[in-house]
């Protein structure tokens, strides 16, 4: 499609921005349910009715999730004498905590091979159904928020977990699932329960070739920003993405619901300004860090790239450079962690705009629901800045903000930064993990401080909930597994956590009317300052970080 694919991407987006946007609104402010959903709440025991304050709708949420963990590591171990195991012996402990770890947060990082790792039946039963799940809780996560900001009760219910976990897997993702899953079939993506077939090369020798349902799992994996390919080489694999045209579809997928997630907010809160500012900020930073790496990826710096035209090590030929910087523009700006490219072989430059996509917080589009509730947040930490420089109390949408809600606020931005630091400080002085840098050498080295990015960009995916990875980087050990794994859980479940302590404050909040004094939230100004806390934020944490790694590796 050579450059085709970003205006066909922006055009696809544009048409269903309203529509989509407005139904999702309609589907959390719907009054009644339907037959199924009625059913699974008699099944389940689960008052729909019933609201709930910011601290039962987070027990319910961490609740659910842990009985997912438990419930996904569990099924991994005994697979080897389940049906449609195809040979294969139950995952070893440490990567069946990592792998369940990752499919329950929505990180989708896989530390094995999924052809000769997880069988027929745990592929769909367990990591496909948590593709539908930890999607579906990240979007009723961004409505809790959403609510705090419209309603006022003294109570302070921001609704039923339940029913927002329900409905945004039936009425939301399951649908458009369906309809991407039908797409990819016509292209020639492969949907089968047997475990592969032999085939003769050119030169005589037989090569098994896996086989799976990748089409039901693939479709989920990008309209949920999950990530994880039922494959080893993910969107890059011809059975997951044969065609340019399903490389269209699934860059669509990913940042479909988080960019139409701007218009349900902006119909929620009554005011649609709101979401076409939020969309501003969150396009800005998604076209500036495609502009970079569609740059750098174009050049031909070095031997190899100069007689290629450009840099093509690692890039799938029937993508080429535009499409695989789309990808994994997308993909690192979503939380998703597919790709169809490998972002070890792209350019210094390259691979630190990606990075940085992730350290930015992945809020351009973000993942689904994660985007929008972590756009909000630094929304609030700028009407913060602004109350500051002109003297008065910041109000956001109405709700005055005090100190309670900036704490949360704070909080939830800090975890992130934290987990990244923490985790790759330790990581690079352990004598144990020297040898897994796979480009490490002398201190000082191109690949010493290439080795450093790899460690940094794990650490980075796994708290962003991420899942891609710099491939270089061999993170089968113990260390690994149990840091990889508690970052992901850490990462995603912490700031959920204080993002609903902020709803549960802003619930019971009163309104107070806009006078003269107040920050209008809409508009180029509003825009400018939340783009330049978002910019701040990320530059004054992790700028030593990136000195350290992919800038100093750009300037050699």
Known sequence: MGGLEIPIVIAVLAAAYVPLGDYMARVYDAPHHDRVESVLYRLCRIDPKAEQTWVGYATSLLGFSAASLIVLYVLQRIQGVLPLNGGLAGVSPLVAFNTAASFVTNTNWQSYVPETTMSNLTQPLGLAVQNFLSAAVGMAVAVALVRGFVRVRSRGEIGNFWVDLTRGTLRILLPLSVLVALIMLTQGVVQSFLTGFVSTGVDGTTVKNALAPVASQESIKVIGTNGGGILGANSAH?????????????????????????????????????????????????GGILAVTLAAESGARGVAAQAAGAMMEGKEVRFGIPGSALF?????????????SAHDSMSSLGGGAVLLNMLLGEIAPGGVGSGLYGLLVLAIIAVFVGGLL?????????????????????????????????????TVILDSTQGFQGNSGDPGSAGAIHGFTEVLYAYASASNN???????????????????????????????????ALAGSLVKSKRTSADVGTLP???????????????LVSALTFFPALALGPIAEALR
């Open 238 to 286: 011809p059975f997951e993405n044969p065609t340019p045209l399903t490389n269209v579809v699934q860059i669509i997928s990913l940042l479909l619901i988080p960019v139409a997630l701007t218009r349900t907010f902006g119909t929620m809160v009554g005011n649609r300004k709101q979401g076409l500012t939020l969309l501003a900020v969150m396009a800005v930073l998604w």
């Open 328 to 340: 994994a523009v997308s993909t690192t700006g979503t939380s998703t962690g597919a790709v169809n």
């Open 390 to 426: 002109v003297g008065r109390t910041p109000e956001f949408l109405g709700k005055k903000l005090g100190r309670r809600e900036i704490t949360m606020a704070a909080l939830s931005v800090l975890v992130m930064p934290a987990l990244v630091l923490l985790g790759t400080s330790i």
């Open 466 to 500: 991420n899942g891609s990875a710099f491939g270089g980087l061999t993170v089968t050990s113990g260390w690994f597994q149990i840091s990889l794994g508690l970052a992901m859980l850490l990462g995603r479940f912490l700031p959920i956590v204080f993002v609903l």
């Open 521 to 535: 939230t809409t508009g180029p100004l509003f825009g400018g300052l939340l783009l330049g806390t978002v910019v």
